[in-house]
């Protein structure tokens, strides 16, 4: 069983589409993340939620809407998608410390 | 903010070498050190952490130390094997965080050659 499961894993859409990107986890664990690693693989932290509730949004733009219906799921839908949104989307959650990552979603934009 | 900045960007070592791996942080209410092992096409997978209240730790050919006062930890790799070629993350969390976010470096991108 996959402890943290993404999907899809390969998106290629079109500027102005608006997409979803589906995590779940099945560790029990209370709090899930959300990270974008761009072309040069730096990890940057895009949005925590604890038991459903949101504690971080970094400064992403409203385009971004995560929605967490349980504790075991955390999506991201992304609203009139940019070429700058090109990425993988990590999704990750914890139970105190370490993390543990999904596979991630390679998010293509032409 | 926390900000963590990791050396070097890239490592390329002969099997059988040490590798090392350097990280510096700011903030000095940073109290838990994780190390990230991320291979092609895969999310970051934890290899080894350490607190702040211990300055060294130790998993087979890995280890990890931390230096408090110089705000500086690093990743040591013993006896690498050609499966050791990976990116890897350093990262630090502060300890008052609510949410867990953690800060990572830049990643080292490591290569042993056989």
């Known amino acids: 069983d996959t402890a943290v499961s993404q999907t899809p894993k390969y998106l290629v859409t079109q500027m102005g589409n608006d997409k979803s990107i589906k995590c779940e986890q099945n560790?029990?664990?209370?709090?899930m993340y959300w990270y974008k690693q761009d072309s040069k693989k730096f990890l940057k932290i895009m949005f925590s939620y604890n038991n459903k509730e949101l504690i971080i949004n970094e400064t992403v733009p409203n385009r971004f809407s995560p929605k967490s219906p349980d504790k075991a799921h955390l999506n991201l839908h992304i609203n009139s998608l940019e070429l700058g949104d090109s990425a993988v989307y990590f999704c990750?959650?914890?139970?105190?410390?370490?993390?543990?990552f999904g596979s991630g979603t390679r998010l293509t934009v032409v | 903010g926390e900000n963590v900045e990791q050396h070097p960007s890239t490592l390329s070592v002969q099997e059988g070498d040490s590798a090392v791996i350097k990280c510096t942080y700011s903030?000095?209410?940073?109290?838990?050190f994780p190390w990230y092992k991320q291979e092609l096409g895969k999310g970051p997978q934890l290899i080894i952490d350490?607190?702040?209240?211990?300055g060294e730790k130790k998993d087979q050919r890995i280890a990890v130390t931390l230096n408090k006062t110089a705000k500086h930890f690093s990743l040591h790799i013993t006896e690498t094997q050609p499966e050791d070629s990976a990116v890897y993350f350093c990262a630090a969390k502060l300890q008052y965080n609510q949410g867990g976010k953690l800060i990572f470096g830049q990643g080292t991108e490591l290569s042993v050659k056989p």
């Open positions: 350490i607190r702040s209240n211990v």
């Open positions: 903030d000095s209410a940073s109290n838990y």
């Open positions: 560790l029990g664990h209370d709090t």
């Open positions: 990750a959650s914890s139970q105190g410390h370490g993390y543990t």
